[in-house]
Nanobody, 126 residues
Framework: QVQLVESGGGLVQTGGSLRLSCAASGRAFGSYQIAWFRQAPGKEREFVVAISRSGARTSVADSVKGRFTVSRDNAKNAVYLQMNSLKPEDTAVYYC???????????????????WGQGTQVTVSS
């Protein structure tokens, strides 16, 4: 069992930065690939980034490429989403999710997530 808790969301102006954290409890955190998704009001959930178990591989959605990066620290059971050059269209609830399957060649593919966090709100003002 893994529990995920996101933090770091908030209100930021256009062009600003935020770093979200996804803290995990439970054993074998390093056995899970982690993905970040977001969902804006009235819109479907959208894939943002993913990172492999070791952190050696990452995948980034085209909508955030060049602005968002993902990293992880397995010793601290944490994954981080660094968001730079934020835009109003980045406003959403951001969720992290963990899955124990092999890393996908394309994202999100059929990712469903074994475990999900409760989400953290990011609001970018224009």
């Amino acid at each position: 069992q893994v529990q995920l808790v996101e933090s770091g969301g908030g209100l930021v102006q256009t062009g600003g930065s935020l770093r979200l954290s996804c803290a995990a409890s439970g054993r074998a955190f390093g056995s899970y690939q982690i993905a970040w998704f977001r969902q804006a009001p009235g819109k479907e959930r959208e894939f943002v980034v993913a990172i492999s178990r070791s952190g050696a591989r990452t995948s980034v959605a085209d909508s955030v490429k060049g602005r968002f990066t993902v990293s992880r620290d397995n010793a601290k059971n944490a994954v981080y989403l660094q968001m730079n050059s934020l835009k109003p269209e980045d406003t959403a609830v951001y969720y992290c999710a963990a899955e124990s399957t092999g890393y996908r060649s394309t994202w999100p593919g059929d990712f469903t997530g074994d475990y999900w966090g409760q989400g953290t709100q990011v609001t970018v003002s224009s």
